[in-house]
T-cell receptor, first 114, second 114 residues
């Protein structure tokens, strides 16, 4: 089954403790992206990757890192999480970044930073 | 200022009834407009994608319309079912950025009651 998977689905952590949220897709998609979703704000893009070893900042990249060493994986790294990073995170992928390329979203990771 | 505005923010409808959701955007130059359905606690799922030349597109009981001149779109749900309870998100893509610069609306929260 074609899908985007994220792990963990739920995470509670403390301020400053490094964490990684994994994202994997099995559709051989070139383009992958991370979003956060907060009440009243909608989805906002954190980082995106147009292909292996090619990443760039989205609208809200501060406090996050990403890497794209393999085509299928696009982990999101929080080196020193803070409470304002408490949010619902979604990974998405599409065949390319082209305008007509449909995005497939993962199931989401709910992160709480205390 | 958000480039994509959706209305109403939320609505409650009786099972079997129809409803229409509105999306107004200011994104320019326009590339395409997408409607997503997001069930609570899940990732968004694509319903329709429309380009400049398309003014209507259907996906089962969902019908989206687009007026690129007035920069308005609507999503019509016919004969609503309890499973239609979800948030519906309007997303607009700008040329030439494609998926790199998507403008997300905050969503229309629909609750279908028996």
């Amino acid at each position: 089954e074609a899908q985007v998977t994220q792990n963990p689905r739920y995470l509670i952590t403390v301020t400053g403790k490094k964490l990684t949220v994994t994202c994997s897709q099995n559709m051989n998609h070139e383009y992958m992206s991370w979003y956060r979703q907060d009440p009243g704000l909608g989805l906002r893009q954190i980082y995106y990757s147009m292909n292996v070893e090619v990443t760039d900042k989205g609208d809200v990249p501060e406090g996050y890192k990403v890497s794209r060493k393999e085509k299928r994986n696009f982990p999101l790294i929080l080196e020193s999480p803070s409470p304002n990073q408490t949010s619902l995170y979604f990974c998405a992928s599409s065949q390319t970044q082209d305008k007509s390329s449909e995005q497939y979203f993962g199931p989401g990771t709910r992160l709480t930073v205390t | 200022k958000n480039q994509v505005e959706q209305s109403p923010q939320s609505l409650i409808i009786l099972e079997g009834k129809n409803c229409t959701l509105q999306c107004n955007y200011t994104v320019s130059p326009f590339s395409n407009l997408r409607w997503y359905k997001q069930d609570t606690g899940r990732g968004p799922v694509s319903l329709t994608i429309m380009t400049f030349s398309e003014n209507t597109k259907s996906n089962g009981r969902y019908t989206a319309t687009l007026d690129a001149d007035t920069k308005q779109s609507s999503l019509h749900i016919t004969a609503s079912q309890l499973s239609d309870s979800a948030s519906y998100i309007c997303v607009v893509s700008a040329r030439p950025y494609g998926n790199n610069r998507l403008a997300f609306g905050k969503g229309n929260q629909v609750v279908v009651i028996p």
